[in-house]
């Protein structure tokens, strides 16, 4: 079966930086579609982050337009989320998602596969 499985999660002052990992087993990142980054802060819903097409095309929540970053590596079948500059306010656990279909979307219903999760937490 399909599998995603994010690393990179910690514990970092205000201001400083973490780089998240969401590698694939079961499947080439090459074979998915639009991939993407949510998350979840406690007592909040999840929410959209960060997406990426199948072509390249990224798309960010305005919370996190700047300081956040994402991009794939087919190749290496790893999606990433660079953080920089990061606020108490992104403190979450971060999930990962892919789906079948080339383009990026925005509700978790849209997506057929997802990470376990990795906590952030940026302490001020």
């Known amino acids: 079966q399909v599998q995603l499985v994010e690393s990179g999660g910690g514990l970092v002052q205000a201001g400083g930086s973490l780089r998240l990992s969401c590698a694939a087993s079961?499947?080439?990142?090459?074979?998915?579609?639009?991939m993407g980054w949510f998350r979840q802060a406690p007592g909040k819903e999840r929410e959209f982050v960060a997406g990426?097409?199948?072509?390249?095309?990224?798309v960010y929540a305005d919370s996190v337009k700047g300081r956040f970053t994402i991009s794939r590596d087919n190749a290496d079948n790893t999606m990433y989320l660079q953080m920089n500059n990061l606020k108490p306010e992104d403190t979450a656990v971060y999930y990962c998602?892919?789906?079948?279909?080339?383009?990026?979307?925005?509700?978790?219903?849209?997506?057929?596969?997802w990470g376990q999760g990795t906590r952030v937490t940026a302490s001020s």
């Open positions: 990426i097409s199948r072509g390249g095309i990224t």
């Open positions: 998602a892919a789906r079948s279909g080339a383009t990026i979307r925005y509700t978790i219903s849209e997506y057929d596969y």
């Open positions: 079961g499947r080439l990142f090459s074979s998915y579609g639009g």
